[in-house]
């Protein structure tokens, strides 16, 4: 097997139609300096691509999503309850797809006001009563916390 180095090196991603430059490291073969495939190195480019992509129109991060779920209390089925949709989206948008607009401006709104929480939850009486606990239990936890600490931004 040939030597390797690793160096940063510039790429083009194009996601959706939109163009996005991303340099990151990327490992190359001595000698030859050919730029050669490595799985982990490349994803991470990927994921910046990713990111830009998510940063430049809006979108919630997997990260965002897996820790507002982790703070109503809700595993992935759960949550995809709560919201009407399938465990495979949350489970595919917590991996890294992007949401649908829709989808985005729920959970965005969802993480931005407890209110918009509670309401939603007192819509539903088709929800799962752990499920609803559950919620009960985050949002009182979020509410006592921000009584304790006015000035406290955390919302949800």
Not at 14 to 42: K, M, W
Request: contains cysteine; charged residues 25%; proline residues 3%.
């Amino acid at each position: 097997m040939a030597s390797t180095y690793i160096k940063d090196y510039t790429n083009t991603f194009i996601i959706h139609d939109h163009e996005y430059e991303v340099t990151a490291p990327a490992r190359f073969e001595c000698g030859s300096d050919r730029l050669l495939d490595d799985n982990q190195l490349d994803d991470h480019a990927v994921e910046m691509a990713n990111q830009m992509y998510r940063d430049d129109q809006g979108l919630v991060s997997p990260i965002e999503i897996k820790s507002y779920r982790a703070k109503i209390g809700l595993n992935q089925r759960e949550f995809a309850e709560l919201l009407g949709w399938s465990p495979n989206t949350v489970a595919l948008y917590e991996t890294g797809a992007f949401p649908s607009k829709a989808n985005n401006k729920l959970l965005k709104a969802l993480m931005k006001d407890a209110q918009i929480l509670r309401t939603y939850l007192s819509l539903d009486d088709q929800l799962n009563k752990m499920t609803m606990q559950k919620i009960e239990l985050a949002l009182t936890k979020a509410q006592s916390s921000r009584s304790q600490h006015p000035r406290s931004i955390d919302v949800s």
